[in-house]
């Protein structure tokens, strides 16, 4: 059974940075891929960042093209997500997650239901 646990969330200025972080145990053999998602109350839960672990190949939801940086380290288990010029409509939940599946299965995961493993959300508050 994959776990993530999150880390790195808490309230900055509008302007700052934040990194997140997400440790995975539990890999077995195979390939994954992993996203970050966030919820605002009152709004749907969405994918803004996906990492393909083999390769390193990444997606961006348009809102934080340019300013958020998802990566990994293998070696770790760790997903990464660089968060710089934060906004105050960044607020929100944001969880980590992962899937088992092969990289056209990556290029067509943009929902919740296409991730299998779930982290516990650290929340990320930006003020402006």
């Known amino acids: 059974q994959v776990q993530l646990v999150e880390s790195g969330g808490g309230s900055v200025q509008a302007g700052g940075s934040l990194r997140l972080s997400c440790a995975a145990s539990?890999?077995?053999?195979?390939?994954?891929?992993a996203g970050w998602f966030r919820q605002a109350p009152g709004k749907e839960r969405e994918m803004v960042a996906s990492?393909?672990?083999?390769?390193?190949?990444?997606y961006y939801v348009d809102s934080v093209k340019g300013r958020f940086t998802i990566s990994r380290d293998n070696a770790k288990a760790t997903v990464y997500l660089q968060m710089n010029s934060l906004k105050p409509e960044d607020t929100a939940m944001y969880y980590c997650?992962?899937?088992?599946?092969?990289?056209?299965?990556?290029?067509?995961?943009?929902?919740?239901?296409?991730?299998?493993?779930w982290g516990q959300g650290t929340q990320v508050t930006v003020s402006s």
């Open positions: 539990g890999y077995t053999t195979g390939t994954y891929y």
């Open positions: 997650a992962a899937s088992r599946g092969s990289y056209i299965t990556f290029l067509r995961a943009r929902s919740g239901t296409d991730f299998t493993y």
């Open positions: 990492i393909y672990l083999p390769g390193g190949i990444t």
